[in-house]
Antibody, heavy 117, light 110 residues
Framework: EVQLVESGGDLVQAGGSLRLSCVAS????????MHWVRQAPGKGPVWVSR????????SYADSVKGRLTTSRDNAKNTLYLQMNSLRAEDTAVYYC??????????WGQGTTVTVSS | QSALTQPRSVSGSPGQSVTISCTGT?????????VSWYQQHPGKAPKHMIY???KRPSGVPDRFSGSKSGNTASLTVSGLQAEDEADYYC??????????FGGGTKLTVL
């Protein structure tokens, strides 16, 4: 079964840091681009970042550039999101999502990040 | 990276059809055939319903169909069933390896 399991969400103070992880199983992780997508309470999903299959290149939404960094360890089938200089507006459920030719086909269950000001 | 525009809500009776629109620009919806649709029930993760504008992943009922004209994509749900009541989001590739979602539409089955 194809599965993505996120972890690492927590309550953190504004200005703090957090690292999210996403463990993939049931498919060849190293062959796929991966995304992070977040969803604030009561709002729609917002695309955050994408990383290519070998991890050598990533792209980001303007709202997170310079503060959030996506990386991956294909030997561990794990995707990461390093979050620095956190702001109240970063409060959201963060989803790890598999890319399938520019579409997002498999979603994890999400992990919750709450930034207190 | 402005959000795609969707109606806040649509509704229909069981057995009827409803269509949800998703309007963008020629830099996203109108520029690429990479429009997808997601269904989200409360407290759950989004579920992939349509990709590449009009293709259905395996396991998605053929009651769900997608189309695009210019800068507007549409999701049609035919033969409405109670379990179709959910939030629906569109998403489009927006070039330069960025993506944009719509604000979401709440589908109510009356």
């Amino acid at each position: 079964e194809v599965q993505l399991v996120e972890s690492g969400g927590d309550l953190v103070q504004a200005g703090g840091s957090l690292r999210l992880s996403c463990v993939a199983s049931g498919f060849t992780f190293s062959s796929y681009w991966m995304h992070w997508v977040r969803q604030a309470p009561g709002k729609g999903p917002v695309w955050v970042s994408r990383i290519i299959s070998d991890g050598s290149s990533a792209s980001y939404a303007d709202s997170v550039k310079g503060r959030l960094t996506t990386s991956r360890d294909n030997a561990k089938n794990t995707l990461y999101l390093q979050m620095n200089s956190l702001r109240a507006e970063d409060t959201a459920v963060y989803y790890c999502v598999r890319d399938s030719r520019y579409n997002m086909d498999v979603w994890g269950q999400g992990t919750t990040v709450t930034v207190s000001s | 990276q402005s959000a795609l525009t969707q109606p806040r809500s649509v509704s229909g009776s069981p057995g009827q059809s409803v269509t949800i629109s998703c309007t963008g620009t020629n830099s996203d919806v109108g520029g690429y055939n990479y429009v997808s649709w997601y269904q989200q029930h409360p407290g759950k993760a989004p579920k992939h319903m349509i990709y590449d504008v009009s293709k259905r992943p395996s396991g998605v009922p053929d009651r769900f169909s997608g189309s695009k004209s210019g800068n507007t994509a549409s999701l049609t749900v035919s033969g409405l069933q109670a379990e179709d009541e959910a939030d629906y989001y569109c998403c489009s590739y927006a070039g330069s390896y960025t993506w944009v979602f719509g604000g979401g539409t709440k589908l109510t089955v009356l």
